[in-house]
């Protein structure tokens, strides 16, 4: 199902977003929420995305005027994409943002001080 309002793909007929229901399947055309994230984030889906040819809409949340007022790359963006390249979009994007998506808990152990704390007590 897609939510219009949202522009979003529903698991099942209610929104999980605004808790709507929603009365469509989605359009090939139809925009549909792929991600959000920082800048920083964003622009690397997007450049993903254009190498693939996959088009886009890139959205702030705060708009224009706060982006100046806070300099830049404080605001969220989200990233949607045409419903007929949203599993496409996906797979690529989710070499970027991993799935469930956790804050910074990634297994990276290089330089970690705790994994010497083995002989610690002798
Ligand atoms: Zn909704």
Not at 111 to 117: L, V, Y
Request: charged share 30%; hydrophobic share 30%; with cysteine.
């Amino acid at each position: 199902m897609y939510c219009e309002r949202c522009q979003r793909l529903t698991e099942g007929e209610i929104c999980p977003e605004c808790g709507k229901k929603c009365h469509r399947d989605p359009l090939p055309e139809d925009p549909c929420f792929l991600l959000s994230g920082g800048q920083i984030w964003v622009d690397m889906a997007c450049e993903l995305l254009d190498q693939e040819k996959i088009p886009y809409l890139k959205q702030g949340s705060l708009g224009a005027a706060m982006t100046v007022l806070t300099g830049l790359s404080l605001e969220n963006y989200s990233l949607y994409v045409p419903f007929s390249q949203f599993e496409q979009a996906r797979e690529i994007t989710q070499a970027v943002f991993p799935e469930g998506e956790e804050d910074g808990t990634e297994e990276t152990f290089e330089d970690d001080p705790d994994i010497e704390r083995e002989s610690e007590d002798d």
